[in-house]
């Protein structure tokens, strides 16, 4: 070893090792002040007058407390340690998603935004749940506007079909000779084994890109449900022409949304409830974009559809607690999903305190959207 240029190198090593610890010093004095002065708050998105980026404090230890020590013996809300476990690796950086001038990241799904909740286990049990408690409140699986008088050879898809629950629920109203095939563009959520019977198939497919041939007027009947921070505005009509274009003439296209988005508030201060600091986030940062919800008719006829039915009502009152509690395990997802450490932080704080809320009998609020169209038997 040339021991002249090792030892030339240890003032170099002093020096840089003294640097950083005055540096370290700078920071455990100036640290506070940093963080008031928000210089680590990075997101690149457009904020509502009344909030400003100080919004998203880092919690300090312990942030909340409740203040009557619940009798369940449930701990007191910790923030986690920020972990990059639980962060979906196809979330893309949440600049990216919502930064105002963001780029269009691939032409074709005209900015629509990554998907933000889980696919594991428990996100497949919340979906399942949501499944049932949709059919319990709804009373059916198919609106009885569609009328289904020959059932013998049917042909259904269910886009973004999930579990592919809804299908293979709808497969026992009908005959061993119709055919039911479920599309999503994630197979994570499908069963490993063919447990929904012969004829229902589940395959991947993305329904905001072009569609394969095999797919193209093949349907008397293709459902959706639940694209509510998957579609944007922009991209929403892209999803409804290529729904279309699945539909034999004469099929029909049911769509099944909820809206609690826009029963959120629009402004929040730090000084409101959690859960409404929670949906002030939801409506405003998380899923801005979304007024097609309220719009899904307008969007049928501009495919060509001539729409049969729309209504929206609130779920049946039973099962409003059980849903709220659905919701609060999609939130608890979508927390995973964010990047940026302040922002997570920020939401699980209040999440959790929503959680708290909801013990107590709070519930969310929203509506349930259907909306049925069919296509001209003959192409005008
Ligand atoms: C909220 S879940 C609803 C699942 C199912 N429709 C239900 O009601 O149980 C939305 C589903 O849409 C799927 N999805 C997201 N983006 C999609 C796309 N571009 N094309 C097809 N499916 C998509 C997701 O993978 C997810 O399974």
Same mark, same amino acid.
Request: charged share 20%; proline share 7%.
């Given at each position: ?115 933000? *909740?889980? /696919?594991?286990?428990? +996100? #497949? $049990? =919340? &979906? ?41 629920? *709808?497969? /026992?109203?009908?005959? +061993? #000779? $119709? =055919? &039911? ?43 959706? /449900?639940?694209?509510?921070?998957? $579609? ?149």
């Amino acid at each position: 070893m040339d021991r002249s240029r090792t030892q030339s190198r240890r003032p170099l090593i002093k020096c840089t090792v003294s640097v950083t610890a005055i540096w370290r010093a700078y920071r455990a004095i100036l640290g506070n002040s940093l963080s008031r002065l928000n210089l680590r708050y990075q997101t690149t998105v457009s904020v509502p007058h009344n909030i400003d980026a100080a919004f998203f404090p880092k919690p300090t230890h312990s942030p909340y407390q409740p203040e009557t020590p619940s009798k369940m013996g449930v701990p007191a809300y910790q923030p986690e340690t920020p972990s990059k476990k639980g962060v979906p690796l196809s979330r893309a950086p949440i600049e990216k998603e919502t930064s105002v001038e963001k780029e269009t990241l691939d032409a074709e799904l005209s900015n629509n935004p990554p998907y933000m *909740l889980g /696919r594991d286990y428990q +996100a #497949s $049990a =919340r &979906l399942a749940l949501l499944h049932c408690l949709n059919h319990a409140s709804n009373g059916f699986l198919l609106h009885p506007s569609i009328p289904l008088a020959n059932r013998e050879n049917l042909r259904v898809a269910d886009v973004g079909c999930g579990t592919g629950l809804w299908l293979a629920s *709808l497969a /026992r109203e009908m005959p +061993a #000779s $119709a =055919r &039911l095939d479920g599309f999503d563009i994630s197979d994570q959520q499908f069963p490993r084994e063919n447990i929904y019977g012969d004829n229902v198939s589940l395959s991947t497919l993305d329904i905001f890109k072009p569609l394969p041939r095999h797919v193209l007027a093949k349907y008397d009947v293709v459902h959706i /449900r639940y694209f509510m921070g998957i $579609a944007v505005n922009d991209s929403v009509q892209i999803a409804m022409d290529n729904l279309n274009a699945m539909l034999k003439p004469g099929g029909y296209l049911q769509w099944d949304e909820e809206d609690s988005l826009s029963k959120m508030p629009v402004f929040a201060s730090k000084t409101d409830a959690a859960q409404a600091q929670l949906r002030w986030y939801i409506r405003n940062r998380l899923w801005p974009n979304t007024e097609w919800i309220n719009n899904i008719p307008a969007h049928f006829q501009q495919s060509g559809l001539h729409v049969i039915h729309h209504s929206s009502h609130p779920p049946l009152p039973l099962y409003r607690k059980p849903w709220t509690e659905d919701f609060l395990l999609a939130y608890a997802e979508v927390a995973n999903s964010l990047e940026n450490e302040n922002e997570r932080l920020w939401f699980q704080d209040m999440h959790a305190r929503t959680v708290r809320d909801a013990a107590n009998g709070w519930n969310l609020d929203w509506e349930l959207i259907i909306c049925v169209g069919r296509k001209a038997v003959v192409a005008a």
